[in-house]
T-cell receptor, first 112, second 115 residues
Framework: KQEVTQIPAALSVPEGENLVLNCSFT??????LQWFRQDPGKGLTSLLLIQSSQREQTSGRLNASLDKSSGRSTLYIAASQPGDSATYLCAAGTGGNNDMRFGAGTRLTVKP | GAVVSQHPSWVICKSGTSVKIECRSL??????MFWYRQFPKQSLMLMAT?????????EQGVEKDKFLINHASLTLSTLTVTSAHPEDSSFYICSASLPGNQPQHFGDGTRLSIL
């Protein structure tokens, strides 16, 4: 069964810092890996989707990488802003229905 | 494109009530829909996977008689929490996908509070 772990559980940084969020998964047979943002009490906002054949995806200040062999993905956020404060979830898509298994998330706080 | 609508967004009801949550794919036909539950400060846990026209597949530990899932059309799946109790209070999120292991598209979630 796929297990997804995110480290750290919480992170607080001053505005302007570059930061890296980590995600690891136990089963490398994934179809894709996706990073989401979740604001308190809200649904999920998809940030980046990396297909299993890809190594990375970029969108604005965000860059996500995928290393299937080591079971790891990272989300890099450049020049962080207070508006980036949220919980970031990674999810690995596996199985016949592309079942998504989520990590517990990293709660990010960017201080002005 | 690929919009998923979930309704209602928030519901408060008394213990013992049954509550139905709808999940609709607005601009595509979803062969597969997924239901997740999220307790406060925890991650999303997959409850069940439903394929149009067939019975849902429930994850271990999820009571199928408690959480009734119907996926009667390619654009609508419903989750009914039967005889809800306070411990069923949670955030329920659905997602839908096209065939062929395509990415899932998520609804905005339903916050269920049982008094």
């Amino acid at each position: 069964k796929q297990e997804v772990t995110q480290i750290p559980a919480a992170l607080s940084v001053p505005e302007g810092e570059n930061l890296v969020l980590n995600c690891s998964f136990t089963d490398s047979a994934i179809y894709n890996l996706q990073w989401f943002r979740q604001d308190p009490g809200k649904g999920l906002t998809s940030l980046l989707l990396i297909q299993s054949s890809q190594r990375e995806q970029t969108s604005g200040r965000l860059n996500a990488s995928l290393d299937k062999s080591s079971g790891r993905s990272t989300l890099y956020i450049a020049a962080s802003q207070p508006g980036d404060s949220a919980t970031y979830l990674c999810a690995a898509g596996t199985g016949g229905n592309n079942d998504m298994r989520f990590g517990a998330g990293t709660r990010l706080t960017v201080k002005p | 494109g690929a919009v998923v609508s979930q309704h209602p967004s928030w519901v408060i009801c008394k213990s013992g009530t049954s509550v139905k949550i709808e999940c609709r794919s607005l601009d595509f036909q979803a062969t597969t829909m997924f239901w997740y539950r999220q307790f406060p400060k925890q991650s999303l846990m997959l409850m069940a996977t439903s394929n149009e026209g067939s019975k849902a597949t429930y994850e271990q530990g999820v009571e199928k008689d408690k959480f009734l899932i119907n996926h009667a059309s390619l654009t609508l799946s419903t989750l009914t929490v039967t005889s809800a109790h306070p411990e069923d209070s949670s955030f329920y999120i659905c997602s839908a996908s096209l065939p062929g292991n395509q990415p899932q598209h998520f609804g905005d979630g339903t916050r269920l509070s049982i008094l």
